[in-house]
């Protein structure tokens, strides 16, 4: 099994809670990029992308997964876009095992609507509009998120399922 996994996908694909406990069951250690930003900025995404505006957020982005391919035993939920800035799904496959857990544009608008997460590319639109942006923005994103060395459904997915495929593979 790769030292280094990757969970890519979009906003509300499930990264964050599969991660935590794919690293649990394979005694990797769990690390989340959002949050590691956070904690090295003392600033929140939203105030991030506020203050700074995205093009910084994706350099700071950039930075962390640079230093996270460095390290070793890791499962590191991606943010939904970081695969598609500054050539970072080039380097995640060098480094590891990406996975791209695959929703459809209704199914990520219905959890990113239950979710309590603020995601400021978001913020303030309606469920039309959600769904608008999402379908917009998840075709741009697909030609890097296929890249990925599997493409799991992200129905009902289980960790599981996760460690099954990587043991297979
Ligand atoms: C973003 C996704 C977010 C976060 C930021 C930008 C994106 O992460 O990195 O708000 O561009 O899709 P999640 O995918 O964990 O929500």
């Known amino acids: 099994m790769d030292t ?3 969970l890519i996908g979009f906003m509300g694909s499930g ?10 069951r394979i005694g990797y250690q ?20 506020n203050e700074h505006g995205e093009e910084v957020f994706r350099k700071w982005e950039h930075d962390i997964l640079q230093e996270l391919c460095l390290r070793e035993k ?4 991606t943010g939904g876009g970081a695969p598609c800035h500054s050539q970072m799904m080039d380097l995640m496959n060098t480094h590891g095992t990406t996975i791209y857990i695959k929703l459809s544009p209704e199914a990520l608008r219905d959890r990113l ?5 603020e995601r400021p590319l978001i913020k ?8 608008e942006f999402i379908s917009t923005l998840l ?17 009902n997915l289980q960790a599981e399922a996760l460690v099954g495929l990587l043991q297979e593979s």
């Open 4 to 6: 280094r996994i990757f």
């Open 74 to 77: 890791l499962v590191i939920a």
């Open 30 to 49: 769990y690390m989340d990029m959002d949050q590691l930003i956070e904690e090295t900025a003392e600033m929140s995404i939203p105030s991030i992308f």
């Open 15 to 24: 990264k964050s809670t599969l991660g935590a406990k794919l690293a649990r």
């Open 124 to 131: 303030g639109k309606s469920e039309a509009e959600l769904l």
């Open 139 to 155: 075709k741009k994103r697909v030609p890097f998120y296929k890249q990925a060395t599997h493409i799991v459904d992200g129905m």
């Open 113 to 117: 609507i239950r979710s309590r997460t």
